[in-house]
Nanobody, 124 residues
């Protein structure tokens, strides 16, 4: 079992930055690939980016390319999402998820473990 807790969300102006953290507990985190997802009001949950369990492979959705960076520190059992140049359309609840597989996936059903989410609000 892996427990995930997101933090770092908040209110920021357009063009600003936030860094989200996903802290894992329950077992060694370096056996899991991790993905970040987000869900805006009235919309389906969508993938943002993934990182392999080694940290060497990352993938980004078009909405995140060039603005967001995913990274991990397995010694700290934490995955990060650095978000720059934020836009109002980035407003959503952001979730991290873990799967016991070397690499990540954009399919929600591939992830067994989810955090509770952290709210990100970008004002114009």
């Amino acid at each position: 079992q892996v427990q995930l807790v997101e933090s770092g969300g908040g209110l920021v102006q357009a063009g600003g930055s936030l860094r989200l953290s996903c802290a894992a507990s329950g077992r060694t985190f370096n056996s899991d690939a991790v993905g970040w997802f987000r869900q805006a009001p009235g919309k389906e949950r969508e993938p943002i980016c993934t990182i392999s369990r080694s940290g060497f492979s990352t993938y980004y959705a078009d909405s995140a390319k060039g603005r967001f960076t995913i990274s991990r520190d397995n010694a700290k059992n934490t995955v990060y999402l650095q978000m720059n140049s934020l836009k109002p359309e980035d407003t959503a609840v952001y979730y991290c998820a873990a799967r016991s597989w070397p690499v990540g996936s954009y399919r929600i059903s591939d992830y067994a473990y989810w955090g509770q989410g952290t709210q990100v609000t970008v004002s114009s």
